[in-house]
């Protein structure tokens, strides 16, 4: 539930800081006093737009920050623990959410969850699990058919069935558009199928690996230079080692002469190591080449089969406007998209059994999902019919209707339409809202439907902006005492004009405004005994309070009392 709101430099408030409790608080004040404040800061701190004109006249920023306690909650520990904003705590000990919201004089904003910089979607996220505002407006959305099917979902607790539907149905839709591509362009396909066909079978048949043609036009080099090389080599031998004058007799005479002089000599003895590694080096060069000239053989037909290899690859490479080297790659490329049209997707015998499977998927999600909506719609119409009697309309029949889609027609959002209608008399076919029924009477249809809606709510703190705006009297009461209710499951929070509403509140929160020449300040302060009691006053008979209409406020704050004391 919500245990605090604090607001600094929102419109003409510059700090307020509420502290909520369970049960239901009502708040009141006279109009242009900043009761709106309240629900503005609520919303902005669950996501709603923003902009520079809410910051208060000559602050640098707006400020404001919503604590929930989460303790039972356990959908929303879960999110803040799956998004990493729980601060480290593990789902038990998890107590608060806090939610804030900072909006500067330029027009920036930006959110926060646990003090972690957070989108504002998902602030609306984890806002929709915490707190649920109904607005005085809200009748005009129910002039909308999506509005009707999502109350239904709501108080049926459908909404598990109904996302896996809108799931299978992107599923099926996601096939379903490719098949239709498929077959509309079934020439063209035919047409690509057959080029693939044709060009994987001739890189099947040169079957070129991957690093072969490195390989390839390496040894084309050494076979073209066969005579040359084999030349070279001989003549190299008879230099070195096999001819009538070498290099090897050459050192080793000069070794010789170093040897057979009388006295040695450092420089001298030196110069005899060099030769003598001189000579060695010339042996081991002499043993390579004589090797190398032993074992080449000068080979014409393995050269024209390189040659050949070597100028297929280069042809397909400019066949298919790619480099030698990245002929393997392409080839693999072809081949898997040979595969996918002959396996998946560009296969129309099996993409059309994938998508006739996922239309069966579709539609055993959907009936299912209509099957729950039709009794759904019958508790629900029961029971605002009865709550519409309550409300002072007895004469008033609530009716959904569940229109059927034709069997070929899919939808995200199930197989039927749906739609609220009213009978205001007895005999009278139903009709939709805007056809039957006035602006207050719809107000009260409105109410009706929220307040039946709400107490089938998984969301603990249920906030009511002026919705008893046109109601008077003994409805008013009966309006009071249904909130009241709601607040004693858990917590609702009222904005209300009407003293039978107010009194019912077990808490009573009193908004004001002072102006002087310079500002404008709205406070909010908590009214307890005598301070509610000329509140109350004030909302029967205005300004001016008289005995009467004080006794009269005293007996209305008594009854609540009273029904918790029986209790």
Request: overall charge negative.
């Amino acid at each position: 539930m919500l245990t605090q709101l604090t607001v600094d430099n929102l419109a003409i408030a510059d700090h307020i800081e509420l502290f909520f409790e369970k049960g239901m608080s009502v708040i009141t004040g006279e109009t242009g006093a900043g009761k709106s404040i309240i629900l503005d800061a609520l919303g902005l701190t669950l996501g709603d737009r923003a902009d520079s004109g809410l910051v208060r006249h000559g602050a640098d920023r707006t400020d404001i920050s919503a604590v929930f306690d989460i303790s039972n909650i356990p959908s929303a520990k879960a999110w803040l623990k799956d998004n990493d904003l729980d601060n480290g705590n593990d789902l038990d000990s998890q107590h608060d959410c806090i939610l804030r919201r900072v909006i500067t004089s330029e027009g920036r904003s930006r959110g926060y969850i646990n003090g972690q910089p957070s989108s504002l979607s998902n602030l609306r996220e984890v806002g929709e699990m915490l707190i649920d505002i109904h607005s005085q407006h809200e009748h005009q959305s129910l002039l909308k058919k999506e509005t009707h099917r999502r109350l239904i979902d709501e108080f049926g607790n459908l909404k598990k069935l109904a996302n896996s539907t809108a799931t299978n149905y992107k599923h099926w839709s996601e096939k379903a558009q490719k098949l239709e591509q498929l077959k509309s362009n079934q020439d063209e396909r035919d047409a690509r199928l057959q080029l693939l066909k044709y060009q994987v079978k001739e890189l099947n048949e040169l079957g070129l690996a991957e690093g072969e043609l490195a390989d390839l036009e390496k040894e084309q080099q050494s076979l073209s230079h066969a005579e040359q090389l084999l030349n070279s080599g001989h003549e190299v031998l008879q230099l070195c080692s096999e001819g009538d004058t070498t290099a090897q007799s050459i050192l080793s005479l000069a070794m010789s002469a170093l040897e057979a002089l009388p006295v040695k000599h450092e420089a001298l003895s030196e110069a005899q190591n060099l030769l003598s590694e001189a000579l060695i080096q010339v042996e081991e060069a002499s043993h390579s080449i004589r090797g190398f000239v032993d074992h080449f053989e000068i080979d014409p037909a393995r050269l024209q089969e390189v040659d050949e290899r070597l100028s297929s690859t280069y042809e397909l490479a400019r066949k298919h406007r790619t480099t030698p080297e990245e002929l393997p790659a392409l080839h693999q490329t072809l081949i898997n998209e040979l595969k996918s049209f002959e396996e998946g997707d560009g296969n129309l015998e099996i993409l059309t059994e994938e998508t006739a499977l996922l239309a069966g998927e579709y539609l055993q999600s959907a009936n299912k999902l209509s099957e729950a909506r039709i009794k759904t719609a019958q508790k629900l119409d029961k029971k605002i019919t009865t709550q519409l009697a309550e409300l002072g309309m007895p004469s008033v029949k609530f009716v959904t209707q569940i229109t059927p889609l034709p069997e070929d027609v899919f939808s995200r959002h199930g197989q039927e339409e749906i739609e609220f209608l009213v009978s205001a008399n007895p005999g009278q076919p139903a009709k939709p809202l805007n056809k039957v029924a006035s602006g207050g009477e719809l107000s009260r249809i409105s109410l009706a439907i929220q307040v039946v809606t709400a107490q089938t709510s998984a969301t603990p703190t249920l906030v009511f902006d002026e919705v008893d705006v046109g109601i008077g009297g003994g409805t008013a009461e009966v309006v009071g005492r249904l909130l009241r209710a709601l607040g004693e499951k858990g917590q609702a929070i009222c904005i209300t004009h009407q003293p039978q509403v107010a009194s019912q509140g077990h808490h009573h929160l009193f908004v004001s405004k002072k102006t002087n020449k310079k500002e404008t300040h709205s406070s909010i302060n908590i009214l307890n005994g005598s301070s509610r009691t000329e509140e109350i006053a004030r909302m029967l008979g205005g300004i001016n309070m008289t005995e009467q209409t004080l006794a009269h406020a005293q007996e209305m704050l008594n009854i609540p009392e009273m029904e918790a004391e029986g209790a």
